[in-house]
């Protein structure tokens, strides 16, 4: 986690710098082809970046949603020995 947010900080920073002028990184086209409308290659690692850390973002979510669900079995497994006894 900490390197995917490593990443975005630096390709966010390298960005923000583009867009103010210091750095000219307009020859670094995807498509050459499309001319001015083709996307950046740090736009595209912006994005790539991005759907990344959203993905992780989820699959913590389930796997701690998993953990919560496996303690809650176990507490009423405990309660269903209690009861029998």
Same mark, same amino acid.
């Given at each position: 986690?900490?390197?995917?947010?490593? !990443? &975005? =900080?630096?390709?966010?920073?390298? %960005? &923000?710098? #583009?867009?103010?002028?210091?750095? #000219?990184? =307009? %020859?670094?086209?995807?498509?050459?082809?499309?001319?001015?409308?083709?996307?950046?290659?740090?736009?595209?690692? &912006? &994005?790539?970046?991005?759907?990344?850390?959203?993905? /992780?973002?989820? /699959?913590?979510? !389930? $796997?701690?949603?998993?953990?919560?669900? /496996? =303690?809650?079995? $176990?507490?009423?497994?405990? #309660?269903?020995?209690?009861?029998?006894?």
């Amino acid at each position: 986690m900490r390197w995917i947010c490593l !990443v &975005f =900080a630096v390709i966010t920073i390298v %960005s &923000f710098t #583009q867009d103010l002028g210091m750095l #000219q990184l =307009a %020859s670094l086209r995807v498509i050459p082809g499309i001319g001015s409308n083709s996307p950046t290659i740090l736009t595209l690692l &912006f &994005f790539l970046s991005t759907i990344g850390l959203l993905l /992780r973002m989820l /699959r913590m979510a !389930v $796997k701690g949603e998993k953990e919560k669900l /496996r =303690a809650r079995v $176990k507490e009423l497994e405990n #309660q269903v020995k209690e009861l029998r006894k």
